[in-house]
């Protein structure tokens, strides 16, 4: 055991000094980015090279149904083999023993990579630049609710009560002293993150009641969405110690703003490490340019996986800090790519269209994916957009069915996700959407009951 902890990343050493490991959690994130696997005693996890799963686990709908996506074989839930990546290895100091997460990627039999497995589906799309001698850089912005508990489906999602009593109140972007109302959930936050050596950039208040964003540092694509899939179970757990839910649906009030997961994109030239976007002068390269086109012309395709449920449109409204379009602009928060103001070697394009619905690995795949169409297409983008996007009408699928039916068509996108993924995942996520369409919602009982 002492030399499993030596091999074990530095925070986690940290962590399990003077103590005795208890237990392994060998997790595995499924389609709608739920950690899937089974906890294993320490010393059993020592001896394990991998554990089986069936293949099954990426064919569920979030309301755990299944899509007929098993393909030829027929659904036999054949077992996958799931190999530890010990570099994830990190604490779950929310637990009453001493316990370590580790995450695990999907092979089947033949020691192939299991084509649809979201994190598989990343590392795709990152080689992809990593063959064209880029180094792709991304940094997610993750926004999210504390809301009060919900026991009850049929009731409204309600704000959390903050330390003053009150519930936490909306339009207060910013606002220090509304962050002090959640500042125990916020300490739990900063501990459960340092015990699991994540940095966090920093936390701010959001225009939403009980809405709060989080920022972490720029870096590698696969292990910035580690961090947000871990991230998403830390604040959950740390809201949960205070008698309060976190949630990561895009528009869990009415009237209040959504969550996004605003992603960040930058690409190095390998051989160099200089940012691909700026030339010596520091004037931007055509390179740039394509980027920003990839993003206007392949991420209509692309929105069924970063906004992948039928909530995740209620986010795209008018004047509610989400973007309708896909214009670009500089400094410019109402389109849906902006650029940020930055230094020259910081320069980077913003995603501001996924949700913090997504699944991190999918989303962050999927948006690299239509930048890297952009830089192989070569084209340029539409003219600079200047003043208020949101007088513009919309450009982007507003109902999961028509994303869907975009996604189903997009032969660019699916090569480079993976064909064996964009047919698994299509077809779990129209299983879905029959689900959602099978439900009668209290709008049609309130307004069609009498009056039609």
Same mark, same amino acid.
């Given at each position: 055991?002492?030399?499993?902890?030596?091999?074990?990343?530095?925070?986690?050493?940290?962590?399990?000094?003077?103590?005795?490991?208890?237990?392994?959690?060998?997790?595995?994130?499924?389609?709608?980015?739920?950690?899937?696997?089974?906890?294993?005693?320490?010393?059993?996890?020592?001896?394990?090279?991998?554990?089986?799963?069936?293949?099954?686990?990426?064919?569920?709908? #979030? *309301?755990?149904?299944? $899509?007929?996506?098993?393909? !030829?074989?027929?659904?036999?839930?054949? @077992?996958?083999?799931?190999?530890? %990546?010990?570099?994830?290895?990190?604490?779950?100091?929310?637990?009453?023993?001493?316990?370590?997460?580790?995450?695990?990627?999907?092979?089947?039999?033949?020691?192939?990579?299991?084509?649809?497995?979201?994190?598989?589906?990343?590392?795709?799309?990152?080689?992809?630049?990593?063959?064209?001698?880029?180094?792709?850089?991304?940094?997610?912005?993750?926004?999210?609710?504390?809301?009060?508990?919900?026991?009850?489906?049929?009731?409204?999602?309600?704000?959390?009560?903050?330390?003053?009593?009150?519930?936490?109140?909306?339009?207060?972007?910013?606002?220090?002293?509304?962050?002090?109302?959640?500042?125990?959930?916020?300490?739990?936050?900063?501990?459960?993150?340092?015990?699991?050596?994540?940095?966090?950039?920093? #936390? *701010?208040?959001?225009? $939403?009641?009980?809405?709060? !964003?989080?920022?972490?540092?720029?870096? @590698?694509?696969?292990?910035?969405? %580690?961090?947000?899939?871990?991230?998403?179970?830390?604040?959950?757990?740390?809201?949960?110690?205070?008698?309060?839910?976190?949630?990561?649906?895009?528009?869990?009030?009415?009237?209040?703003?959504?969550?996004?997961?605003?992603?960040?994109?930058?690409?190095?030239?390998?051989?160099?490490?200089?940012?691909?976007?700026?030339?010596?002068?520091?004037?931007?390269?055509?390179?740039?340019?394509?980027?920003?086109?990839?993003?206007?012309?392949?991420?209509?395709?692309?929105?069924?996986?970063?906004?992948?449920?039928?909530?995740?449109?209620?986010?795209?409204?008018?004047?509610?800090?989400?973007?309708?379009?896909?214009?670009?602009?500089?400094?410019?928060?109402?389109?849906?790519?902006?650029?940020?103001?930055?230094?020259?070697?910081?320069?980077?394009?913003?995603?501001?269209?996924?949700?913090?619905?997504?699944?991190?690995?999918?989303?962050?795949?999927?948006?690299?994916?239509?930048?890297?169409?952009?830089?192989?297409?070569?084209?340029?983008?539409?003219?600079?957009?200047?003043?208020?996007?949101?007088?513009?009408?919309?450009?982007?699928?507003?109902?999961?069915?028509?994303?869907?039916?975009?996604?189903?068509?997009?032969?660019?996108?699916?090569?480079?996700?993976?064909?064996?993924?964009?047919?698994?995942?299509?077809?779990?996520?129209?299983?879905?959407?029959?689900?959602?369409?099978?439900?009668?919602?209290?709008?049609?009982?309130?307004?069609?009951?009498?009056?039609?």
């Amino acid at each position: 055991m002492a030399d499993m902890i030596k091999r074990l990343p530095g925070a986690a050493q940290v962590y399990l000094e003077g103590k005795r490991l208890d237990e392994v959690e060998c997790i595995i994130s499924d389609l709608p980015g739920i950690a899937r696997g089974k906890a294993v005693p320490a010393s059993k996890f020592e001896k394990q090279e991998y554990f089986h799963l069936p293949d099954s686990i990426f064919y569920q709908t #979030i *309301t755990g149904d299944w $899509g007929e996506a098993a393909g !030829e074989d027929g659904f036999t839930e054949k @077992d996958m083999i799931l190999k530890p %990546d010990m570099e994830t290895a990190t604490a779950a100091p929310w637990t009453g023993d001493w316990t370590l997460q580790v995450i695990h990627d999907a092979y089947d039999r033949n020691n192939k990579p299991v084509e649809f497995s979201p994190r598989n589906v990343l590392k795709r799309v990152v080689q992809l630049y990593r063959d064209k001698g880029w180094e792709p850089v991304v940094a997610p912005e993750m926004e999210f609710f504390l809301v009060a508990r919900n026991l009850d489906p049929a009731h409204a999602i309600e704000p959390m009560i903050g330390r003053s009593g009150r519930p936490a109140a909306a339009r207060q972007a910013y606002s220090m002293t509304a962050v002090d109302e959640f500042g125990p959930v916020i300490d739990d936050i900063y501990d459960f993150a340092e015990a699991q050596g994540f940095e966090i950039d920093g #936390i *701010t208040q959001e225009g $939403g009641a009980g809405q709060l !964003e989080i920022n972490l540092l720029h870096g @590698d694509p696969v292990k910035l969405a %580690d961090e947000v899939f871990y991230f998403k179970r830390l604040i959950r757990e740390a809201a949960l110690r205070h008698n309060c839910y976190a949630t990561f649906m895009a528009k869990p009030i009415e009237d209040e703003p959504g969550s996004a997961m605003h992603i960040h994109h930058s690409v190095l030239d390998a051989k160099t490490g200089e940012n691909i976007f700026a030339k010596a002068d520091g004037s931007e390269t055509d390179a740039f340019m394509y980027y920003i086109a990839g993003m206007q012309n392949h991420m209509p395709s692309a929105l069924a996986v970063i906004a992948p449920y039928v909530n995740s449109y209620r986010r795209y409204v008018k004047d509610h800090a989400a973007p309708i379009n896909l214009e670009w602009g500089r400094d410019n928060r109402t389109t849906g790519i902006r650029i940020p103001l930055s230094s020259t070697q910081a320069r980077r394009v913003e995603n501001r269209l996924a949700g913090m619905d997504c699944n991190p690995y999918l989303a962050i795949a999927a948006s690299l994916a239509c930048g890297y169409l952009g830089l192989i297409d070569a084209q340029m983008p539409k003219d600079e957009f200047k003043g208020d996007a949101y007088d513009g009408e919309g450009d982007i699928p507003r109902v999961l069915g028509q994303a869907l039916d975009l996604f189903e068509g997009a032969s660019a996108l699916h090569e480079v996700m993976g064909a064996e993924f964009a047919r698994v995942y299509a077809i779990v996520k129209r299983a879905e959407y029959d689900e959602f369409l099978q439900v009668i919602s209290p709008w049609e009982r309130e307004h069609l009951l009498l009056n039609v």
